[in-house]
């Protein structure tokens, strides 16, 4: 889990130096793809995070009907 956390942050403070030192360099279009596919990076991981949340409670709850 603490890996995951990292990424996460490592992520998010790499995305904006990108888009911070691309800002003057590259077009808003381009801006706007980078935050798109920050954005889509970022729902990812909170996907798999809830999925092994959602795994981890549905493996407890048939560990306790047995």
């Not at 798109?36 to 809830?50: E, N, R, S």
Request: include cysteine; aromatic fraction near 14%.
């Amino acid at each position: 889990m603490k890996q995951i956390l990292f990424l996460l942050f490592f992520i998010i403070f790499s995305g904006t130096q990108v888009a911070h030192a691309a800002f003057m360099n590259m077009g808003s279009a381009e801006i706007i793809m980078l935050l798109i596919t920050g954005l889509f990076a970022l729902l990812v991981i909170a996907g798999f995070i809830f999925l092994c949340l959602y795994l981890i409670k549905k493996s407890r709850s048939a560990q306790n009907e047995k």
